[in-house]
């Protein structure tokens, strides 16, 4: 397994509900192979001039290269926030069985 094949996803969500839904669609729908949904987040940041301060929640996903654009697209169609956190970082090193796991669970299963 080649590790630059895998990519991990970051974003926050208002809520836990929202996270978990998003969570749900994106494993559902084969995007990404798991989510780890990390509430109490507390995030300060720059919006319209003004400096906010809000409790969210961290959406940590893992998924493969060639899925993550597509997972990135999903995630935002299914945020509610008007720009939505969508990065991603490249894998550099990686277990192998995990990583076998991710493609594995990113892939349409065999018929």
């Known amino acids: 397994m080649n590790p630059k094949d895998f990519m991990v996803l970051f974003s926050t969500c208002p809520d836990t ?3 978990a839904r998003i969570a749900r669609s994106l494993v559902e729908e084969r995007l990404v192979a798991c989510v780890n949904v990390l509430p109490g987040v507390r995030s300060i940041y720059r919006w319209n001039e003004t400096i906010e301060d809000e409790t969210e929640v961290l959406l940590v996903m893992k998924t493969t290269a060639a899925r993550a654009a597509a997972a990135r697209e999903r995630l935002v169609a299914l945020h509610p926030y008007e720009t939505p956190e969508a990065v991603a970082l490249a894998v550099a090193d990686g277990h ?3 990583l076998r796991w991710v493609l594995n669970s990113t ?3 065999s018929p």
Do not use: E, K
């Open 107 to 109: 892939q349409s299963p």
């Open 17 to 19: 509900d929202v996270a």
């Open 96 to 98: 192998d069985a995990y």
